[in-house]
């Protein structure tokens, strides 16, 4: 009988990273907390949050791999101040909306994208701002969509190189194997690297205590590790040269706004968008990081202002 308490401890062990899941909180019991408003779309409920006066100018604001809208509330802030009506809203897999399966490629975030503008009655002319994988996001829907907004703002965009270290390296195994280590490791590397995130940023003023808390808090949400993957394996692999030289033949207006010291998305791509887009405006927000959008909210807006 020991033989058979030890393969049930290795079949234990082996299961938990899947057990440690099911026993996460299932993001419906989540959302009496959440500001803002829920759309039902064909791929599942959507958070969305409108902030501003209902006659100013628009900005849809589109944010990243994991950290969810809340990574705006900085930048909102001071765009409402300048008069600017501002709608973020939820990515799928992460925040308050739902957790779809299956792939999340470009064309699965241009979709819902599309169907949030839809939904809230976004008309044409409005400025669509992305933030690292929010900007691919961005310049695929701009490229697609070239008449419907008046510029698009990418802030430290993917899609041009980016350093995202072992979860990048999971997620080339395959599916099986890459879940169950990124169940296994990504909940305990994040947390490491959001601890070496403040201690980088110690005393910067642009470091509130809910971007910290709440991206701790979304390890405990159900299917979020699980959309970080289904990125990493989509979105993150695809060719966004297209999208860009689209822009540029279209004479859609593009800034770009960079951190000198980001190290997840390297100032070395600004090069490369120039390349596919010489008419791209950049902005470098020296002594910035990655998290610019909260750091050096002053910094962003001023340049979102003046592009």
Not at 215 to 230: D, H, P, W
Request: net charge neutral; aromatic share 8%; proline share 7%.
């Amino acid at each position: 009988m020991p033989g058979a308490w030890l393969v049930g401890g290795i079949a234990l062990a082996g299961a938990a990273p899947w057990l440690g899941e099911l026993l996460r909180k299932p993001v419906r019991r989540c959302r009496a907390e959440a500001p803002g408003a829920f759309l039902d779309l064909p791929d599942g409920k959507v958070h969305c949050r409108w902030q501003g006066p209902e006659q100013g100018p628009v900005a849809v604001l589109v944010h990243g791999l994991t950290t969810p809208e809340f990574v705006w509330d900085e930048v909102a802030k001071r765009l409402v101040s300048e008069g600017w009506r501002v709608l973020s809203y939820d990515l799928y897999g992460r925040g308050y909306s739902d957790r779809p399966h299956g792939p999340q490629d470009v064309a699965f975030f241009i979709r819902q994208l599309k169907g949030v503008l839809q939904d809230q009655g976004v008309a044409d002319g409005f400025t669509l701002v992305g933030y690292s994988m929010g900007g691919a996001i961005s310049a695929g829907y701009a490229a697609a969509f070239p008449g419907r907004m008046e510029r698009v703002v990418l802030l430290a965009p993917a899609g041009m190189g980016h350093e995202l270290g072992t979860a990048a390296a999971l997620s080339r195994l395959p599916l099986p194997l890459a879940e169950w280590l990124m169940l296994l490791l990504f909940p305990r590397k994040f947390r490491q690297a959001i601890t070496a995130e403040i201690a980088a940023e110690q005393g910067q003023p642009g470091v509130p205590e809910a971007i910290t808390s709440g991206q701790r808090a979304q390890l405990e949400r159900r299917g979020y590790v699980r959309s970080v993957l289904a990125s990493l394996r989509g979105m993150l692999t695809q060719d966004f040269e297209p999208f860009h030289r689209a822009l540029a033949e279209a004479k859609v207006p593009v800034t770009a706004i960079w951190g000198a010291e980001d190290e997840t998305i390297p100032i070395a791509a600004k090069d490369v968008l120039a390349g596919w887009n010489p008419q791209t405006h950049h902005v470098v927000i020296d002594g910035a990081g990655h998290g610019l959008a909260y750091t050096h909210a002053d910094q962003v807006v001023r340049a979102f202002l003046e592009g």
